[in-house]
């Protein structure tokens, strides 16, 4: 029988990062969490006959590893609209829906995955390895190569390790990588860095953004975003791309009258965040999903919105607006995306772990993947959990 105290104290360190890990290949934090239990409970049936000839935080990634691969050969990739449409120019035209199909890709939540470390440059790099941008882009990849790109480049396991953990040699992996590395590069999928905003600006853009939605404020939004903003929201196909079109669309199909949106601030990706509620026709606000914006010293360059009323409770929101004004994970104070009230609130689930760390490879992916934003406008919800 397995030694229950030293299993905890030995794997329970690393349940963070492994979540975050296993978001990282699936793009879905629910697909994730899953993945994790189950790492953790094969790794309780295993640990009895843990040798020790690996660390115990690379067996562990192992299991989760393997796990994962298994997962994503029975599922497609995830997938943002604006990953498989183009931009609709016409910002009056009809919202489509992609249909069941299409498994979206989610957001995490920053409280769930961020670093546990007081060195600045660890919270950084581990937050660059989350962006939404990154994520997206690693669909783009075949399994075994994302894997492998993930495991080297942004977790930074040697090439040695990589291939135990995936049961090859060494030039396999390094091929592997080389070809991951050059699969992202051919799809030209960077446009350039972006240069972030200091949290309090970015804090401060977030704010703007939640006042001019619930105020109903076109002119506010189009001051907000940047001449090449964009726009989408899961599940519909259709997005828009350039201030010029979507200023009309949120001003003439989305924004309603003042009071019709209610939001939340939260930071998910690594990026200023919302929770979005909107209000039917009793007056009764109901949950709209998580909207995820990217920003820029200038403004808001995209927003990235996922209407999936769970994503609420996922991000430790109530469903009722009445009590939605006190989460059960509190939003960040301006000052920092990484506050200790968060930290506290993850101690409280048990998630404590140190994180990992993204090695930057010559700007393949970069927060201005062009991908497009979200518009908090459909209230159905569409996501795809396999079970």
């Known amino acids: 029988m397995p030694d229950s105290a030293g ?19 699936l793009g879905s934090i629910q697909d994730a969490e899953d993945l994790v239990q189950e790492t953790y409970l094969r790794a309780w049936r295993s640990y009895g006959g843990f040798e020790g000839r690996s660390s115990v935080r690379t067996w562990l990634y192992q299991i989760a590893t393997n796990r994962c691969l298994t997962e994503l050969a029975r599922h497609g990739r995830r997938m943002l609209p604006s990953g498989l449409y183009d931009p609709e120019p016409d910002p009056d035209a009809y919202l489509e829906e992609a249909g069941t199909e299409v498994n979206w890709l989610q957001p995490v939540p920053d409280v769930m995955v961020a670093a546990d470390s007081a060195d600045p440059a660890a919270i950084v790099s581990a937050r660059e390895g989350l962006r939404l941008a990154l994520i997206a882009s690693l669909q783009y990849l075949p399994p075994r190569q994302r894997a492998v790109l993930v495991l080297r480049d942004v977790l930074a396991f040697p090439a040695t390790e990589v291939a135990v ?17 050059a699969r992202l590069g051919a799809l030209a999928l960077a446009e350039g860095q ?19 939605f619930e105020n109903a404020d076109a002119a506010a939004l189009e001051r907000l975003l940047v001449e090449d903003a964009t726009l989408e929201a899961t599940p519909l196909r259709t997005w828009f791309a350039g201030r010029k079109t979507c200023v009309p669309f949120l001003r003439n199909h989305l924004l309603g009258s003042p009071g019709d949106w209610r939001m939340l601030a939260t930071s998910a990706n ?15 606000y109901q949950p709209y999903g998580i909207c995820v914006l990217i920003v820029t010293g200038a403004g808001i360059r995209r927003i990235s919105s996922f ?28 000052e920092t995306w990484r506050e200790e009230r968060l930290l506290e609130q993850v101690r409280r689930r048990s998630r ?17 993947f062009p991908f497009s934003s979200g518009l908090p406008g459909c209230r159905q919800a569409g996501l795809d959990h396999p079970s």
């Open 165 to 181: 953990m995936l049961g090859t040699t060494t030039v396999s992996v390094k091929s592997v990588l080389q070809r991951a590395r």
């Open 270 to 284: 690594g990026q200023p965040a919302a929770a979005a509620y909107t209000r039917d026709q009793h007056g009764n």
């Open 7 to 25: 299993f905890v104290q030995d794997t329970e360190p690393f349940r963070r990062e492994l979540l975050a890990h296993c978001y990282r290949l």
């Open 352 to 368: 404590a772990c140190r994180t990992s760390q993204l090695l930057d490879w010559q700007g393949v992916v970069s927060d201005s």
């Open 194 to 212: 972006i240069t972030e905003p200091t949290a309090p600006r970015a804090r401060a853009l977030l704010d703007q953004y939640i006042a001019a």
């Open 307 to 334: 209407g999936d009323p769970r994503l609420l409770t996922v991000f430790g929101f109530r469903p009722d607006m009445a009590q939605a004004r006190t989460p059960n994970r509190l939003p960040p104070a301006p």
